[in-house]
Each structure stands twice: as C-alpha cells, then as structure tokens.
C-alpha cells in the first residue's frame, strides 16, 4: 500500500459523537486524499490537502473536516456522526505535480454508524 | 461537471481470452487518465495510467484514450481468473485535484 496507514482499520460508533480517522504515510508525498467509497456511488473526493496546513474541500465535504499539521498525517474528523457517513473511507497520497499526477490508496477503513 | 461511465456488468470473460472494458467521460478539460483494479475488500490498486492519445501497453494491458471521442478502455489480454476484480477508471482535471472515479466495472474471468 506504497506506505500508507489508516486507523483505525474498523470503527462502529453511535449517531452523535464525533469521530477521527488517521492517514499515515512514510512515502514524504506533498498530496493526500481521502475518499469514502459507497455502493451505488463508486469512490467520491471529500477533502485533500496539498501541503502542510493547505487543504480544500471535495465533492462530498459537508460534514467532515480535515487537518494537516506534519506531512506524514492527514485527520478526517466527522464532526457529528450521521448513519448516512456509513462508509469506507479510503486515504490516497501521490507526490507529482500537475496532470502525470499517479495516486495510491491506503488500506481503508471501514466505519459504521447506528 | 465531471462525470463517468461505466458499464456495471458483471461482465464475463472465458479464461485465455481478451477483456475489453470501456469508460466515457463528459468533461473535455480532463487531462489525465487511471485504470484501477479492486478485489472485494480491498483498496484500489493502480493498472495503468495514460495521458495522451493512443494506445499504452504494459504486459497484458493496453490502455487506450481517445479524447475525440471521449472515451478510454482497458483491454486485459490472455485473461487469467486472478484478473476477476472490479475495474474502475478515473480521471484527473488538472492541478492538485483528487480523482474523480467512475461505479466500476464487475469482471469475472471463468475457468
């Protein structure tokens, strides 16, 4: 997985609480992504960021927040869980510049809200 | 608006033969292009990428773009059942945007 890690890997939680899912990368990229994949729907772009402290919001974003602090971590935080954000959410990192970009995706984590 | 098609399947391939799997897009802007291949459970693992028109190979996968027409494929020769996987293209408009994916495509390699 090109040096990606998620954690939690599964996460079951109640409607309510707040929850945080940690991107580790070893791989130094500038870029990280993070997707949540859904059936009906394929892979969607929530957040990503393109430098320590730069971030910007994809398709799907109400409902989320990311922070960046170091480059190695990316944080999506689900302010207020919602049994709509049941998902996979996938981390991606890619190190290129402009349109030979090339992305490659951490392990996933699974997480269910009830 | 960026938007993606392709055909859901399950599309069924005897072993030893040639899978062919297409994707069409609506933005003319899109620059760069991704076959991605998904086991069930899995995260997406990158097959190809492609940026320019014309055919790319890389042992048995051809990834075609022509921008004319909108369209990319990926054909997978000598099928093997290992190759049954969901097939998902994406494309990339330019700078420091994420992909945008299509559903994927469900192939079944049949021994």
């Known amino acids: 997985d090109a040096g990606i890690t998620q954690s939690p890997r599964h996460k079951v939680t109640e409607t309510g609480t707040p929850v945080t899912l940690r991107c580790h990368q070893t791989?130094?990229?500038?870029?990280m992504y993070w997707y949540r994949q859904d059936p009906g729907h394929g892979l969607r772009l929530i957040h990503y960021?393109?430098?320590?402290?730069?971030?910007d919001k994809g398709e799907v974003s109400d409902g989320y927040s990311v922070s960046r602090s170091k480059t190695e971590d990316f944080l999506l935080t689900l302010e207020s869980a919602t049994s709509s954000q049941t998902s996979v959410y996938f981390c991606a990192i890619s190190d290129a510049q402009g349109g030979t970009d090339t992305q490659y995706f951490g392990p996933g984590t699974r997480l269910t809200v009830l | 608006q960026k938007e993606l098609e392709q055909n859901s399947g399950p599309l069924s391939v005897p072993e030893g033969a040639i899978a062919s799997l297409n994707c069409t897009y609506s933005?003319?802007?899109?620059?760069?292009f991704f076959w991605y291949r998904q086991y069930s459970g899995k995260s997406p693992e990158l097959i190809m990428s492609i940026y320019s028109n014309g055919d790319k190979e890389d042992g048995r996968f051809t990834a075609q773009l022509n921008k004319a027409s909108q369209y990319v494929s990926l054909l997978i020769r000598d099928s093997q059942p290992s190759d049954s996987a969901t097939y998902l293209c994406?494309?990339?408009?330019?700078?420091?945007?994420?992909?945008?994916f299509g559903k994927g495509t469900h192939l079944i390699i049949q021994p």
């Open positions: 960021s393109y430098g320590v402290k730069d971030t």
């Open positions: 994406a494309v990339r408009l330019g700078g420091a945007d994420g992909l945008t």
């Open positions: 791989e130094n990229h500038r870029y």
């Open positions: 933005d003319r802007g899109s620059q760069s």
